[in-house]
């Protein structure tokens, strides 16, 4: 298989203004290579690998000029923790340093204090069901990023879960710092040791029986992503509204894959941010996640093999639906032309 950054990767430099051409898409490319065992059986190209520690605050601070930061958290019933994240990132990033420029939780439909909570601790908090209507009012994790990125301002944004416990301001700038630093970087991925039964393990179940194997396997090129479905990730503007959200939990390994079939492996570094303490999912909310990660990376890998309407059955629990769906990359919305006019 050629080389994923030298082939698709587009002229014109990531960091400024200008628009992208997306040209061919990775699925196109993909369903006219046979995917064969010589083509998967290559050495993954290293991904550029950073470590939080090496963007220390006055550094960032003076390279950040007239750039713009938005810290986007997509949020849906996290009462206990989203106040502290919003906090921590209001009292030193924004407050006492100026290094973001806002803080913007998407209530994704909450039925609890998160929005209270986090509009309490300093954040502009948009509700999900009330941003772009026309094109849906369903909920999920990529159609929250989605319309966070459509409402707030930054020409760099950053996302965060909003359901980790042990919050710390590393999260935001190791994520950052290399956006800050490279110009030709255009996304940026975090990874982290996550605490499980008192030892200090990798990625989470779905990162590493699904997500991990897909990519040795049928992406080398993406191989190297240590935690391709972690929820810590930021990029430029100018990459990222040109690319679809997927509606649901496939949106993490979809973005992923269409940054580096657009702009290049090259555009792409992982950063990581330390150990991250978050809530663990039981083990029958895993499978239906696993059903949309594998959905939407194979609709790229090859189109047609996975249905994007399914059922799943999981023994004595009731039947869940597995629906494909995306918004469109919102460089082509007219609403989103009109509110970042170019």
């Known amino acids: 298989m050629a080389n994923l950054g030298r082939e698709l990767r587009r002229s014109g430099a990531i960091g400024g203004n200008r628009v992208m ?9 993909l369903a006219s290579t046979p995917m064969l065992a010589k083509d998967v059986g290559v050495t993954p190209p290293t991904i550029r690998t950073h470590v939080a520690a090496e963007f220390p605050l006055d550094t960032l601070v003076a390279a950040k000029g007239s750039i713009t ?3 986007c958290i997509p949020a849906r019933n996290e009462e206990p923790t989203v106040g502290a994240i919003v906090g921590a990132i209001r009292s030193t990033l924004v407050d006492s340093l100026g290094l973001v420029d806002e803080i913007i939780v998407i209530d994704d439909h909450s039925s609890d204090r998160t929005a209270e909570r986090a509009a309490e601790a300093g954040a502009r908090v948009v509700r999900a069901a009330e941003v772009l209507t026309a094109y849906g009012e369903g909920h999920g994790k990529g159609e929250a990023l989605w319309k966070s990125l459509y409402a707030s301002t930054g020409d760099i944004v950053i996302w965060c879960d909003a359901d980790v416990r042990d919050f710390d301001i590393r999260f935001i700038t190791g994520l950052l710092g290399p956006l800050l630093i490279d110009p030709d970087l255009g996304f940026v991925k975090g990874f982290y040791e996550r605490p499980d039964d008192g030892q200090v393990r990798g990625g989470g179940r779905v990162t590493e029986l699904v997500a991990r194997p897909l990519f040795t396997l ?4 993406l191989a190297g992503i240590v935690q391709p479905l972690s929820g810590e990730y ?3 503007r100018t990459v990222l509204e040109q690319v679809p959200f997927v509606e649901a939990y496939g949106v993490d390994i979809a973005m992923l894959i269409d ?16 150990k991250r303490v978050h809530r663990n999912r ?5 499978s239906p996640m696993a059903a949309q990660v594998m959905q939407a990376a194979l609709r790229r890998i090859a189109p047609g ?4 309407h399914a059922v799943l059955n999981p023994p004595d629990l009731e039947p869940i639906e597995i ?4 918004r469109p990359p919102l460089v082509t919305v007219p609403e989103y032309l009109a509110a970042h006019p170019r």
């Open 21 to 29: 051409t997306t040209g061919e898409s990775l699925a196109t490319r």
């Open 282 to 286: 039981p083990l029958n909310e895993l």
């Open 218 to 221: 049928l992406l080398p090129e």
């Open 69 to 71: 930061v938005s810290v």
């Open 259 to 274: 940054i580096a079939a657009m702009f290049g492996t090259n555009a792409i570094a992982q950063v990581d941010l330390g």
């Open 305 to 308: 093999l996975a249905a994007d």
């Open 234 to 236: 930021g990029g430029r």
């Open 323 to 326: 629906v494909y769906r995306e």
